[in-house]
């Protein structure tokens, strides 16, 4: 992030609320206290720190908006190498489809003109078991949200949308999952309970095997999934299961015993120390040699968790007593750097077929396959491989992105149940010209008083307007309002004025190019008339 690339912290930023109100709830209102506390709190990390790792950023990545993700270095990477990449994003069809929407939109288009396979979903499942909508709504609703899509440049002949109650591979894959999930976890990661719907539980199956759906094609590859943070249970479960379905866990080892995360650090750092003294590092090395060292050795503070752990270890400190018990117990056994191949749900065949591919020296126990001369990146591709023609998905952990939430142009949250505080993309222009200029500011009470303070862009509703939509590309426009707020040099009645306009010419611009995508879509193979039965929905 350069100096004077323009941020837009700019009004996002909610007032801090008490930890305890971080809990993210996929179906709760869409606020977040504060940003900050969900990369303590669930892991999240921050998008500054790879930001420049990607190669020319979108404009939501350059002003902040995008503000977190998981893993997605390994996407950026997979562009940059002009490797296999994709982005997938889902839609419940509740409403009309809204200017934050549109962020997400704009992010599977960017991915997918970088070269992403890009999909791009209704979660009508959803809708109809979490939301109880009927399906002539949804229908209704999905065609908006698809025309709107299609209308911001999504191409559809590169790219791949569907309905998650017609995509039967979907459903296939969401079962598979399903029987690696039990509802124990459901109560702990949704607060779902005895009073939760059966197919709500399904639906949130089904989005795990939406973000893992892209892998299915071809061959496991990185995946973003671009959402708001409210959907990072979501993210973090499929993470989850994704490492479930898999045959096998590659892990380091150093003898006979398993270790966990820290405990393997201590042990490295005992045979590295060790190893250069002896005759034969392949036999020389001893347990016993090692506690002792071990024994001695005060290890640095902090234990930086595995690529594709989410949880952080405890200290390295707290790992010494176990990792000291292990070594001691193991005695006379050398030790010695190996890779280890747990067996977690291969098939026999699965297994017999990974002990010969494995090249070089190995050992084989019940349970797990030892080699001696394999790289970890190479024991990860053999076991994929073997996983993948044997029956199994090869699945890699899925990444995301995280935009931050708009604020509503009343102040507050940005809310479908009141329409002044958000502008729909069905909105007719006029309409959004006056949302605009009837939104509140960070502007000061007087015209002297802004002259001489400056507004309050980070406070503004329509400071964040521009920096999330007017301004798209342009940074030079984005920045130019942003000073020129804060040095008093602009008052708000022209500001909104502006803004408005640009508003108006947006949504008449984006319904001419829904109109022209309605064509587009009556191409596509996608049933926009269910003949689904249900029931009405809540009322
Ligand atoms: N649950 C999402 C929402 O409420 C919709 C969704 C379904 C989704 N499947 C997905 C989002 C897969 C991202 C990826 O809007
Ligand atoms: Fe917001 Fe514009 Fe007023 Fe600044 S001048 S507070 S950006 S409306």
Redesign the pocket.
Known sequence: MTEDTPRTDGGTEPAKEPAEDVALD??GSASVGDYADLFAEFGIEAFDEIGGDVPDPHYLMRRGVIFGHREYDAVAAAMANDEPFAA?????PTGDPHIGHKLVFDELIWHQRQGGDAYG?I?DL?AHAARGMSWPEIDEHARDYLLSLLALGFDPEAGTLYR?SDNREVQDLAFELGAKANFSEFEAIYGFDGETNVSHMQSVV??TA??LYPQLADEPKPTV?P?GPD?DP?VRLTRDLATRVRYFKVTEAFASFELDDDERHLVRAAYDALAGDVEDPETDVRCGDAAAWLAEYEPPEVSKPAVGDDDAGPSLADAKPSALKKLRAGGKEPLRPRVRFLDRNATEEAFEALIDAVEGEKRVFEGHVDAFDLSRETAESLAREVELDHGGFGFRQPSSIYHRFMTGLTGGKMSSSIPASHISLLDDPEDGYDKVKAATTGGRSTAEEQRELGGEADECPVYELYAYLLAGDDDGLAKEVYTECVTGERLCGGCKEQAAELMREFLADHQEKRAEAEALLEDLDIDLDSDRRGTGGEH
């Open positions: 996929p179906w997938l994003s889902g839609f419940m979903l979660a959803e998650q089904t989005q939406d973000i999934i959402v959907q979501h």
